[in-house]
């Protein structure tokens, strides 16, 4: 950058290891936007991150409001970390609600950016102030930097031909490129993204070129900075990388479990928070050979897919919490025809529509017991943004193999959360093997003969002449597959559905245990990363503690009930009210203890870290 | 078609023991369905039967082609996905009024203003009889039943108008026991593309017999039956004394003699405007007096599966077959280097 120069005469940036950051401010303002951008950055820059964005469920909450904020916080590192990180230590604070609402987690003596020229009466009445935090002395114990970010936005894009709304827009790049500067990030990628997405030589593309440098060269001016800080690449393994976003990472492994299981993918679904975008990201790949279909509900949604699934297709319906209710009549039936079929359950902050837009993990028992009759169903999580795509290829080749439907856990945080992603080598992704029927002119056709490892059933699907057949709701015979009131015929089915679903722990992989010692952490889906961070962390303050994390739910894996069984304690974070805690004290008879955050927000490392010191200690400890 | 037969009714018949009770009007129902599928060049193989819960509901077991029983309601969600999946398929959805119009009734609508190729066959009974004898949404007002000792207070829905009303591009009405007229509007729903709905009038001799008296009786038929005849004037009555007019007030019923047989409306199935053929559906709000049968309305529209069959082909001419290696670095790569 040509303002190189300038910038000789500082200091030179501090070093630092790791950097959590959020910006905040209205729905408005583009937050996300100045978030991911700065992520891509950084990406591109070398480091490792993981970021969380926090939206509210509506669109366009009052400007100005605490309802209203929206944040993004990315957390940036020279080294391997696992999670967007518990507490900022730089809030960009755009107005005094996001202030008012963030400012509680930012750590002490913390960088804080606010925008001055927000910080006016009615904003701050909107807000709750009564006197101007900036001004009072209430925020001493940070470092304050003050920017009138509105003035300088207009004052820079002046020449840009932009117009009206268009003009304050632009502020985000302002607070974008301050942001560049003081973390020391290259601009080129945000100007070379501004210009594909606007366009080389429109109005708007020149006021956020614009916008942005003002922005890094005020943090070069200013002097309202003691320094800079460097973060420098991380040492990840080799191999090339993309930031991936959770949703998209699903979408792409229901993509590629259809490819590898040579079945065309059929996505029926209705729009719902968080879930929408795997819908949408399957609708842009038609050339996939996808066949996307909105449906007017959910029960449709999975009715659909269901048809879909007779038919010969990898069908895939994705819901959340409310959803997944919905769903749960025609997953009975799927599972009682033994078709294959994924449904993903985004989870989010319930009962009803609860938190829309926030994490939870309380829908893990109605996964597993959410359905009329006896009606158990193979049960897939995932942990993180990235390692949603091995899970979603995960659940499809259980579905396939076994013909059964899957659920797949996810999350309102994984779903919207970005890492980088080590890509996989496609080609050597596993082939997907399923049990398609074929004619035998010499044998009458039995839909539910079953092969006899997995149970599956032949998939005889409609254009095959000689393998027509009914399949229904109602019991069927072991034998024929006709339909059957014998009793003794009712208990020999119902145990069959479920052995078929206990063999799958026959074809998983054994649960693996970081570490060792007397007390284990047990978690599953989008709390490993605080999991681990706490285990290590206990383990370099000399703790012996031990970290196992389950992908699979149903059925559990095969050596897990002697993993526990080596421990004197288990620890079991949840982000709901203990529902794996309860599944393994059930199971395993073992005293597993319950550590429970239902806030809406991520599993915090430090909270994991506390209660792991708590149980090493004693409760007298405290 | 081919000259040579190349399926017996038999053929589509399965070794299940059918199980309705006897004289239910769902037997002709059946042997109409399997009669006309026998005449069809479709290979066997080719057709889906999809159902709800309910009497009707039992169809696809008894019929020797690939079939669902599924879900109470939801039949026409489940066959959209078997249809949309494989647009070579021929998707028969079977339900009744209680499955189809009150459980269901969102996804019926649904499945016909999407125009999905499906060929639903709408069993009305105006009774529920699985659950043996309570009011459905086609019962008249002040059905007494198990649920309604003081009479059913709730309005029927008009399956006609409710499909017309559903931007359906196909809609008939047929009877049970005329297994002629039946086998033709089966033909016709059949060769229509896209989502078709035939309301059966249909018997349930247990809990509602001679709902359809007044079309069925030999003193009161021929003046009550309504014979929609594409291209035709709409006349009946034993000796085609009576007519129907439209006008700007609706459609009614008159005497030929009176308003003249130049002035009696002709009939278009065809008729791109479906406020005529909901004009008709109006001349009665159920099997009671003079009553419209045969085809309402007959319109090309391209069904759903073709055109998402055509949206695919056509991404992947231009895109080319999905890379899935090209897909997860689509939105931008690194490189970490040893």
Sequence with gaps: MSEQTLTEDRPAPQQIQDVVIRFAGDSGDGMQLAGTQFTASSAIFGNDLATLPNFPAEIRAPAGTIAGVSSFQVHIADWDILTPGDNPDCLVAMNPAALKAHLHDLVKGGLLIVNTDAFEDRNLAKAGYDVNPIEDGSLDAYQIVRAPMDALTKEAVKESGAKGRDVLRSKNFFALGLMSWIYQRPLDPVTDWITSKFGKDSAVSTANTLALKAGYNFGITTESFHHTFEIKPAQLPPGEYTNVVGNTATAWGLVAGANKGNVPLFIGSYPITPATTILEELARLQNFGVKSFQAEDEIAGIGSALGAAFSGRLAITTTSGPGLALKSETLSLALMIELPMVVVDIQRGGPSTGLPTKVEQSDLLFAMYGRHGESPLPIVSTSSPSDAFGAAFEAVRIALKFMTPVILLTDGYIATASEPWLLPDVDALPNIAKPFATYNPDAEFLPYLRDPKTLARPWAIPGQPGLEHRVGGLEKDATTGNVSYDPNNHETMTHTRSDKIKRIADDIPEVEVYGEGDLLVLGWGSTYGAIRTAVMRANKAGHSVAHAHLRHLNPSPRNLGEVLAGFDQILVPEINMGQLSRLIRAEFLVPAVSFNRIQGQPMRARDVEAEIYKLLMGEDAE | ?338
């Design chain 2, 1 to 338: 078609m081919t000259d040579t037969v190349r399926y017996q009714r038999a053929d589509f018949q399965t070794d299940q023991e059918v199980r309705w009770c006897p004289g239910c009007g769902d037997y002709t129902i059946l042997a109409s369905v399997q009669s006309y599928l026998a005449t069809l060049d479709i290979d066997r193989d080719k057709h889906v039967f999809v159902s709800g819960i309910g009497c009707s509901s039992r169809f696809p077991y008894y019929v020797n082609t690939y079939g669902m029983h599924t879900v109470h309601g939801r039949a026409p969600a489940i066959a959209t996905g078997v249809a949309i999946s494989n647009p070579e398929l021929t998707v028969w959805v079977v339900t009744g009024d209680g499955d189809g119009l009150s459980i269901g009734g969102n996804h019926l609508i649904h499945a016909l203003r999407r125009n999905v190729n499906l060929n639903i066959l709408l069993f009305n009974n105006q009774i529920y009889g699985l659950t043996k004898g309570q009011y459905s949404p086609t019962s008249e007002v002040g059905k007494k039943t198990k649920t309604s000792p003081s009479g059913s207070i709730d309005l029927p829905f008009n399956p006609v108008s409710l499909a017309l009303g559903s931007e359906a591009s196909f809609v008939a009405r047929t009877l049970d026991m005329d297994r002629n007229h039946t086998i033709e509007m089966l033909k016709q729903m059949n060769e229509h593309e896209g989502a078709g709905l035939l309301e059966i009038y249909q018997n349930c001799n247990v809990f509602n017999d001679k709902a359809f008296i007044d079309l069925t009786d030999k003193n009161t038929r021929d003046g009550n039956r309504i014979w929609l005849e594409d291209g035709k004037p709409i006349v009946f009555g034993a000796d085609n004394e009576y007519g129907v007019v439209v006008d700007q007030q609706g459609a009614k019923v008159v005497e030929v003699s009176e308003v003249g047989l130049d002035n009696v409306h002709i009939h278009r199935a065809d008729n791109p405007n479906p406020s005529v053929a909901f004009a008709l559906s109006r001349i009665s709000q159920g099997p009671y007096g003079p009553t419209p049968l045969g085809v309402f309305r007959n319109v090309k529209v391209p069904s759903y599966g073709k055109v998402l069959e055509q949206q695919v082909a056509a991404a992947q001419e231009q895109k080319g077959p999905g890379d899935l290696s090209k897909l997860i670095r689509s939105r931008g790569t690194w490189t970490v280097s040893a």
